[in-house]
């Protein structure tokens, strides 16, 4: 099945503890990126990759990293999270077609982190 | 950075009515999108329309564009409990080499049974 997958699901930390969150996609798509979500402030882009080894800063980079060492996954790292991170993130993919990206996005199921 | 704005933030309807959602951008657009989110997962991608496009019909959901006013509208015909949701509007930008969408602040819908 076509997926995006997230791992974990759910996540408690306290402050200042490095985590990582897991993103993998089994369409083959080139284009990865992560979002985080608020209430009140729908969906802000955190990072994007357009292929392997290439990442760019989104709209809220600041606390993250990512890498992309291979072409499924897309981990979020998160090296010293404080508790306005607390939030609900998502993971997405997109395939590039004759060498534009299709526009359309698959999101994994979502991670919902509580940073204390 | 957002320019997709949906209005209004939240509708609440009884099953059978219809629901009208709206997105306004700014600047010109290749293509605008129209995802739905159930509580706490992830967006699932509802229908695109191109810049050179008016109207696109999937099911029971019909999108319009209008390019001039920049704002589009999703209509939800003889609405189900089941399509409570959040309505996003996402947009790609005509120009700038970017074709992945930026997304609105969303639509909360409720339909009650």
């Known amino acids: 099945e076509a997926q995006v997958t997230q791992n974990p699901r759910y996540l408690i930390t306290v402050t200042g503890k490095k985590l990582t969150v897991t993103c993998s996609q089994n369409?083959?798509?080139?284009?990865m990126s992560w979002y985080r979500q608020d209430p009140g402030l729908g969906l802000r882009q955190i990072y994007y990759s357009m292929n392997v080894e290439v990442t760019d800063k989104g709209d809220v980079p600041e606390g993250y990293k990512v890498s992309r060492k291979e072409k499924r996954n897309f981990p979020l790292i998160l090296e010293s999270p404080s508790p306005n991170q607390t939030s609900l993130y998502f993971c997405?993919?997109?395939?590039?077609?004759?060498?534009?990206?299709?526009?359309?996005?698959?999101f994994g199921p979502g991670t919902r982190l509580l940073v204390l | 950075s957002q320019q997709g704005e949906e209005d209004p933030q939240a509708l609440s309807i009884q099953e059978g009515e219809n629901a009208t959602m709206n997105c306004s951008y700014k600047t010109s657009i290749n293509n605008l999108q129209w995802y739905r989110q159930n509580s706490g997962r992830g967006l699932v991608h509802l229908i695109l329309i191109r810049s050179n496009e008016r109207e696109k019909h999937s099911g029971r959901l019909r999108v319009t564009l209008d390019t001039s006013k920049k704002s589009s509208s999703l209509l939800i015909t003889a609405s189900r409990a089941a399509d409570t949701a959040s309505y996003f509007c996402?947009?790609?930008?005509?120009?700038?080499?970017?074709?992945?969408?930026?997304f609105g602040r969303g639509t909360s819908l409720i339909v009650h049974p």
């Open positions: 997405a993919s997109s395939l590039r077609v004759a060498g534009r990206f299709k526009e359309t996005q698959y």
């Open positions: 996402a947009t790609v930008a005509a120009s700038g080499g970017s074709y992945i969408p930026t």
């Open positions: 369409m083959n798509h080139e284009y």
